[in-house]
């Protein structure tokens, strides 16, 4: 009797184990849902982005912040700066002259100039003081702040010396980015 009923659990540990072995062997073998698959691959894909443009939003918040650190440090209260502005939807560019004077805007000038048959001159979309030094700074950080800074790695570019900003280009939903670009830049005495 003692031997049937050790074989009777033998047995049953045989098919036991030999059932738990078809489901681990079953769930080896299942098929993942290609759509699952490929979804979880795009998560992955667009966090780990997410985390490196923090990262470059938070490297370029520190140049920013030395290039502006450097502006202030030269103490340059008045020049002449032009600035070269191009809009989302035309490569037209409105150029402005702006001089400033004890960090006081004193004359300011905008000229328009057309690329093929577009017209379209966009230069009362700029407020004045976003065309100083101080203006360009500002625009640079909301932009960062926000993330619109133009995605191409080209956002921005300080002069070396002084440190103010060269070029500024954000993120549109037209044809280019809005783009600041200082062509000319004179301290004034």
């Known amino acids: 009797m003692k031997k049937g009923i050790f074989l009777l659990i033998i047995l049953l540990l045989l098919v036991g184990c030999g059932g738990q072995t078809e489901t681990a062997a079953s769930d080896a073998n299942a098929t993942v849902d290609p759509v699952v698959a490929l979804q979880a691959k795009l998560q992955a894909t667009a966090d780990a982005q997410q985390v490196d443009r923090a990262e470059q939003i938070a490297t370029w918040l520190t140049e920013l912040d030395a290039a502006e650190a450097k502006w202030e440090a030269n103490g340059v209260e008045s020049y002449t700066i032009t600035v070269n502005y191009t809009g989302s939807n035309t490569i037209n560019q409105t150029i402005y002259v702006v001089q400033v004077a004890n960090n006081e805007i004193v004359d300011y000038t905008a000229s328009c100039v057309f690329f093929g048959t577009n017209t379209s001159c966009i230069n009362e979309e700029v407020p004045e003081n976003t065309l100083t030094v101080p203006g360009l700074f500002e625009l640079a950080r909301e932009a960062l702040t926000t993330d619109s800074i133009n995605e191409d790695g080209n956002g921005f570019r300080f002069e070396e ?27 004034d005495e």
């Open 161 to 187: 010396t002084l440190g103010y900003p060269r070029h500024v280009a954000l993120k549109s939903q037209g044809s280019w980015p809005w783009a600041w670009r200082v062509t000319s830049f004179e301290i």
